[in-house]
């Protein structure tokens, strides 16, 4: 494979705290290097260095904008602005087209699909869609505690303030309409990847009849070697009989609280749950529910994420959102552990990466999904079960990202 000079970028990056994008973006630019690739990561200009220093990118990183005011007083006006997101995407456009150099692709990963309308014509521009942000301006299509089903663009209002009049909704309205539409015009203009055929089923509802010919999909992925060797290390000292873990940062959508109200008195006398995360509700549901039987760790770097699920009786993701590819479903899996989630969003696609059958267990309810749960918990954990290959792994889906820089 001929060495290729890529360009990542993303404004996700890099962060106090670095998300599954940011983790994603960092594995894509470490396995593409390992493969002899040279990379570069682009990010943003008004983070501490020893955030950069965190990140664990083998590669040369380079502050290129800043994004540390993106609100332009939304929430005070009570409109989602028509000029704020076209604004930020020429930032970041006009720092792609500075730094790009000798990059022979530049493949960005962020929010703001409307970057590839404004970055030169000659530059080869792939980017990926990692949420619904490329129709929804909240990114997540998540309202008031339930998964939003409306196309309507004036109801976007209700998202920025609940009392929106006819003025404000009209406003909002003309931000989404060009913000769809300026989405659309990128995706038929420039490559394109959803991590899942949900995310581009979701667009081609909001926007029907969108030349998506150019888009591919293309899954996230771990890498699985790093992985293998942690759970091959946990098998030493065996899974904790009983414990259950959830990682994630514990906020709206993620289903956090939902899943502890259901869990309260369902539990069996020997389990535990284990919470690694940190967010805006961990301070009440910590009060509400922390005890013999739950524990809250706070925020874990990626390692001790990595080991406390390695270790564990099952992994539980209890998002309510609809997740489009989660990564975290994708490492209990890669982990060999069971896990159980609902069926909501591209989450029953990554069944496909199950180790043995039965791995990934969905569910239409937060009632069921805790009901299997005090089951399997008061029955032995399975043994990890080694696999010589999976799925999701950077090294099988990394030259179908490659070849796709190549086109």
């Known amino acids: ?17 670095v998300g599954g994008l940011g ?13 002899g690739h040279a990379v570069r990561i682009l990010g943003r200009n008004d983070c501490a260095a020893e955030a950069v220093a965190r990140l664990g990118f083998r590669g040369t990183f380079v502050p290129g904008f800043d994004y540390a005011h993106p609100g332009w007083k939304e929430k005070q006006l ?3 602005n028509p000029l704020k997101r076209p604004w930020f995407a020429r930032k970041i456009a006009a720092a792609i087209e500075r ?13 703001l699909p409307l970057v590839g ?31 939003c089903t409306t196309r309507v663009a004036r109801d976007c209002a209700g998202c920025i303030r609940k009392d929106a009049g006819p003025l404000r909704q009209a406003v909002t309205a003309l931000a989404v309409d060009r913000y769809r539409h300026g989405s659309a015009e990128a995706f038929a203009t420039r490559k394109t990847v959803f991590v899942s055929d949900f995310l ?9 009849g969108a030349d998506l010919a150019r888009c591919r999909v293309i899954p996230n992925f771990v890498d699985y070697a790093s992985l293998r060797a942690v759970a091959a290390a946990a098998t030493v000292a065996g899974p904790r009989a009983g414990e259950a873990v959830l990682v994630g ?27 690694a995360g940190d967010g805006p509700e961990r301070p009440a549901l910590e009060v509400r529910h922390a005890g013999d039987q739950i ?17 564990s009786h099952l992994c539980v993701v209890p998002s309510v959102c609809e997740e489009a590819c989660s990564t975290t479903v994708l490492e209990a899996l890669a982990l060999g552990r069971p896990c159980l989630a609902l069926a909501r969003g591209g989450t029953p696609e990554l069944a496909s990466y199950q180790h043995y059958p039965g791995q990934l267990q969905l569910f239409d309810t937060m009632a069921q999904l805790v009901e299997r749960m005090a089951v399997l918990l008061a029955q032995a954990p399975d043994a990890y079960r080694p696999a010589p290959c999976f799925g999701a792994d950077a090294a099988v889906i990394l030259s179908r990202l490659v070849d796709l820089y190549a086109e």
């Not at 983790?23 to 493969?35: D, E, F, P, Q, R």
């Not at 940062?249 to 993620?254: E, S, T, Y």
Request: hydrophobic share 45%; with cysteine; glycine share 10%.
């Open 78 to 80: 009570g409109v989602f």
């Open 23 to 35: 983790k994603h973006v960092v594995t894509l630019g470490n396995a593409l290097i390992a493969c």
């Open 295 to 311: 524990r809250f760790v706070g925020w874990q770097d990626y390692p001790a994420a990595l080991a406390l699920a390695a270790r």
């Open 249 to 275: 940062r514990i906020d709206a959508g993620k289903g956090f609280g939902e899943f502890l109200a259901a869990a309260s008195g369902r539990l069996p006398p020997r389990a535990r749950l284990t919470i």
């Open 99 to 111: 730094h790009a150099g000798a990059a022979e692709a530049v493949h960005y990963h962020g929010h």
């Open 117 to 147: 309308l404004h970055v030169a014509p000659g530059i080869n521009f792939v980017q990926t869609r990692h949420d619904q942000g490329s129709e929804c301006l909240v990114h997540l299509r998540f309202r008031e505690g339930g998964v």
């Open 1 to 17: 494979m001929n060495q290729v000079h890529i360009l990542l970028v993303s404004e996700d990056l890099p962060g106090t705290q």
């Open 200 to 208: 581009r089923r979701q667009f081609l509802r909001a926007v029907p």
